[in-house]
């Protein structure tokens, strides 16, 4: 595995539709791998093959459900869930929509408010090609929205109601995809 670097704004990839994935062979494995690490080293909680200069439809996302909310201080982390999305689609969407503070490691130093569906049914294939069928709602459900928007040319200040560049204190608390 090897850390892959991260482009940043204005890099064309950014804004352009990835293309398909159609090879499940070696060379896809390793980027898949990669993108791991590399999300991982950033960190963020998601990342979209776009954000590594490759114009595939590839996102990988790993986070802990409930992972902001407040637990017992004694009790264990909750482990953190890896996803895959291989050519995904966002199959159904909920009518509510919230609201929420996001940042991405493609723009680095602002944040904003992105208003996104509560919860969001997603069809895609693993990294073996097999179909997957995914209900998410929350933060995941933010996040598979932000990845799934990289794929398209998309990014989140195209739908940020406010943009700004954050305190070192608000930094700390965003998850970055």
């Known amino acids: 595995m090897a850390l892959r670097d991260i482009v940043f704004l204005p890099e064309p990839v950014l804004r352009r539709k990835a293309k398909p994935v159609t090879k499940f062979d070696k060379d896809l494995q390793t980027l898949i791998d990669d993108m791991i690490e590399t999300m991982r080293e950033a960190p963020g ?5 776009p954000q590594v ?3 595939q439809q590839l996102a990988v996302v790993e986070y802990a459900e409930d992972e902001d909310e407040e637990e017992n201080e004694d009790a264990p982390p909750k482990p953190k ?3 895959v999305l291989i050519n995904p689609e966002i199959v ?3 009518d509510e929509k919230v609201m929420g503070v996001e940042g991405c490691l493609s723009i680095p130093g602002l944040l904003g408010e992105v208003e996104r569906h509560e919860a969001i049914q997603v069809k895609a294939l693993n990294r073996h090609g097999n179909p997957v069928k995914l209900k998410v709602d929350g933060w995941m459900a933010r996040i598979f929205q ?3 928007d990289h794929l398209n040319g ?4 195209d739908h940020a109601t406010r943009v700004w560049k954050p305190s070192e204190e608000e930094n ?3 998850d970055l995809d």
């Open 154 to 157: 998309v990014l989140f200040t």
């Open 92 to 94: 159904k969407a909920s």
């Open 146 to 148: 932000h990845e799934i």
């Open 172 to 174: 700390d608390e965003v």
């Open 53 to 55: 200069n490759i114009s």
């Open 45 to 49: 909680v998601g990342l979209a093959a």
């Open 81 to 83: 869930k890896l996803y």
